[in-house]
């Protein structure tokens, strides 16, 4: 597919077939994905694929609770729907630390918080990742949708998961 048809026609998909999806196709958008630009070509990201059904049951009960617990609300669909999805990839931003990073936190320590919460270079190296993710499902004839409402419950995700913070690694379940 044309890059600039990909871009014009790429679209957030919210409800999915039942069909497996095979994960060495995922498997290989990832590995594709990781050419993203990053800052200091750092490849601060890491990648969870999620088949389970319970899990992502789990998860979404999880989101569910503490949507309800903070808001005193039932969780609108947008939040959830990702556990009827075949495959899920939890993206996870590794810790970036750039060769300005130390100096700037002992030389000014105001510019080194703008950078590291405001510029974020980490989030936006993960954000072209998940980008590229996009644009390789896409192309390869698969719906997918970005969602952040799901880390309303980012601890809670985490440990069903079993991210351990800073931990580097690749998990695959079925």
Same mark, same amino acid.
């Given at each position: 597919m044309d890059l600039t048809l990909a871009i014009k026609t790429?679209?957030?998909i919210r409800r999915f077939q039942k069909e497996d999806i095979d994960i060495s196709q995922i498997i290989k958008i990832i590995e594709i994905?990781? #050419?993203a630009p990053s800052g200091g070509n750092s490849q601060n990201w890491f990648t969870y694929i999620i088949k389970n059904k319970d899990v992502l049951g789990r998860m979404r009960k999880e989101v569910d609770e503490v949507?309800?617990?903070v808001t005193g609300k039932d969780t609108p669909g947008v939040y959830v729907f990702f556990n009827e999805a075949p495959i899920v990839l939890a993206i996870v931003e590794k810790p970036y630390i750039g060769?300005?990073?130390n100096i700037l936190e002992k030389t000014d320590k105001d510019r080194n918080f703008v950078r590291k919460f405001i510029v974020n270079p980490g989030l936006q190296s993960v954000s072209s990742f998940i980008t590229h993710i996009l644009l390789l499902c896409h #192309? &390869?004839?698969l719906g997918a949708c970005w969602m952040t409402g799901p880390l309303i419950a980012k601890q809670e995700? &985490?440990?069903i998961i079993g991210i351990k913070s800073p931990t580097i690694s690749l998990?695959?379940?079925r």
């Amino acid at each position: 597919m044309d890059l600039t048809l990909a871009i014009k026609t790429r679209k957030s998909i919210r409800r999915f077939q039942k069909e497996d999806i095979d994960i060495s196709q995922i498997i290989k958008i990832i590995e594709i994905s990781s #050419n993203a630009p990053s800052g200091g070509n750092s490849q601060n990201w890491f990648t969870y694929i999620i088949k389970n059904k319970d899990v992502l049951g789990r998860m979404r009960k999880e989101v569910d609770e503490v949507y309800r617990t903070v808001t005193g609300k039932d969780t609108p669909g947008v939040y959830v729907f990702f556990n009827e999805a075949p495959i899920v990839l939890a993206i996870v931003e590794k810790p970036y630390i750039g060769s300005i990073d130390n100096i700037l936190e002992k030389t000014d320590k105001d510019r080194n918080f703008v950078r590291k919460f405001i510029v974020n270079p980490g989030l936006q190296s993960v954000s072209s990742f998940i980008t590229h993710i996009l644009l390789l499902c896409h #192309n &390869e004839g698969l719906g997918a949708c970005w969602m952040t409402g799901p880390l309303i419950a980012k601890q809670e995700l &985490e440990d069903i998961i079993g991210i351990k913070s800073p931990t580097i690694s690749l998990r695959l379940s079925r």
